[in-house]
């Protein structure tokens, strides 16, 4: 792929976009084009759909060849073949029946990674439709035009259906007299779409054969959501391995267990990075192993390995199914020019979001467990009996210490569990029973992002109560930190503008700003050099 970020646009060739690209995109608004050989394959399948849709395909018996969608109902209507005088109007009436999405709109970043997918699927060339749909989706893009998308009413099969119509409210107009009939953002303002492409000096399309499905057929919002949990738990395992490290020093735990040879004996990749990041980030401490005779930890600390390393082999899993879908035709039918077959037009199930929903579900059980082992140890730290001599609740002067903390970290970690039943467990046929097996892929997606959320947040109260316990340390004496801790320590110390703030819950929120930025990790992997990430496998 075509692309320097940051200097040119990102180019859409349908098969070489990455997490850091779409991260870009959905972000930080870096521009998007369509590259001109996707922009060639696009328009020899398009033809080939217009001459099905003009009933200049023969079908070997004299008739139109009848093509799924082109000239047919959809769904459990796909015998019913549509006059050529009505085709016209076929893929408008799709899009408006389909924008039928309820709840809270989805953020402004999510809609644009959904909308980039989109036309990254379609500039694979095999759904059909004109380079100009894909073209305008860029315009869309660069311009800032992002749908409201509502959040909630899609099965994950076929594919995200509403939200996808939602975005086609905006993107397209049924004549070209009549203004489209969604809403979108521009400029921080929520429009009507037809104003907001009309500020953004854009035309909204009169859809051709085929493009409504085009449009909504796919899992695009499924992958926007997963993608962007992909990435952001990346930065988050590292991060979790960062407040362990901490807490592990204030807790003057024993370094064995990470020893690599140890860790050779049971090969699991996760956790053999997440020992050689603990080794890295603890490098130089005195508080570890300074306890005569200690043999070894509670599992919070000793198992950490086992379970962040199963964490971080659970994350790789997800981001491999969605690093494939980044660059996946998720529509119906798919247009093989070169078969050997005159009907080019294959029905197939690519739509289905089962490949994702096993992903997301299996990210949430994952970070479920990373908050949960977080709490653990910030338990550890605040009570007395286990804390190898802290005061109790960290407790220093007048303050109460961090009791809520601890509390506000277990009501999450208990959220985190509500929220990890596996959707993909579950389906509700529709459509007449002719899409009898869904996927639920895009509740267990949103869900995924929703505990990453919250784990987030346990990760960053462990790290203000390991810091709590590393300055308590200090005071007994002057411990020399671990090479990482130091600096985490120092970069907490530089979000407070010191060691204390009379307002912990403000505390917890800057420290998960600068997790989810990815400050906090930048600045420990200044010292430490870089840490070993999840979507580096």
Known sequence: METTLGTDAIV?????????????????????RLAPGARERMAASADWVARAAEGRLDDGHGGALSVYGVNTGYGSLARVRIEPDRIRDLSWNLVRSHAAGVGPELPVPVVRAMMLLRANALAKGASGCRPVLVERLCEMLDAGVTPAVPSRGSCGSSGDLAPLAHLGLVLFRGTPEAPGEGAAWFRGERLPGSEAMRRAGLEQLVPGPKEGLAVTNGAQLTCALLALACHDADVLVRAAEIACAMSWEALRGVSRALHPDVHALRPFPGAIACAANLR???AGSALVDSVPDKVQDAYSLRCAPQVLGAVRDALAYAARQARVELNAVTDNPVVLLHADDPNKAFSAGLFHGEPLGFAADHMKLALVELAGIAERRVYRLTTGALSSRLPPLLRDGPHLGLVIPQAVAAGL??????????????????????????????????????????ARRVVAIEILAASHALWLRRRDGAPRLGEGTGAALAAVEHLLEGQTAP?????????????????????????TGPLEGVLDV
Do not use: K, Y
């Open 503 to 527: 307002d912990p819950g403000s505390d917890i929120e800057r420290v998960q700003a600068a997790i989810a930025d990815g400050h906090l990790v930048a600045e420990v992997e200044a010292v």
């Open 280 to 282: 890295r980030l603890l």
């Open 12 to 32: 859409l060739d349908g098969s070489s976009l990455d997490f850091a690209q779409l991260v870009a995109v959905a972000r930080r608004g870096e521009r998007v």
């Open 413 to 454: 970690v208990a959220e985190c569990r509500q929220l990890a039943w596996p959707n993909s467990a579950d389906s509700i046929p529709t459509c007449e029973d002719q899409e009898d097996h869904v996927a639920m892929s895009t509740a267990a997606a949103r869900r995924a992002a929703e505990v990453l959320d919250n």
